[in-house]
């Protein structure tokens, strides 16, 4: 398991899945598309509708594209 990245602030969260682990599958707010206490994400950057996030239960990092903004083509 990686270590959670130097810059990671709790100050800049996302609610997406984590690919990875899957940790919010059974999680009744989260299946309700709420903000969830528990099931959160670190926010690490973004590039236009790009985002870098990393999972603070398995700390798995990915790279999300939220099809808003400034898309790639």
Same mark, same amino acid.
């Given at each position: 398991?990686?270590?959670?990245?130097?810059?990671?602030?709790?100050?800049? @969260?996302?609610?997406? %899945?984590?690919?990875?682990?899957?940790?919010?599958?059974? #999680?009744?707010? $989260?299946?309700?598309?709420?903000?969830?206490?528990?099931?959160? @994400?670190?926010?690490? %950057?973004?590039?236009?509708?790009?985002?870098?996030?990393? #999972?603070?239960? $398995?700390?798995?990092?990915?790279?999300?594209?939220?099809?808003?903004?400034?898309?790639? %083509?």
């Amino acid at each position: 398991m990686m270590p959670i990245d130097p810059h990671a602030d709790m100050g800049r @969260r996302a609610w997406m %899945s984590c690919p990875n682990c899957h940790d919010a599958r059974d #999680c009744a707010t $989260c299946q309700a598309s709420r903000t969830c206490g528990q099931h959160w @994400r670190y926010l690490l %950057s973004n590039t236009g509708s790009r985002l870098h996030l990393q #999972c603070p239960n $398995c700390t798995h990092m990915w790279v999300h594209e939220t099809g808003f903004g400034a898309t790639r %083509s």
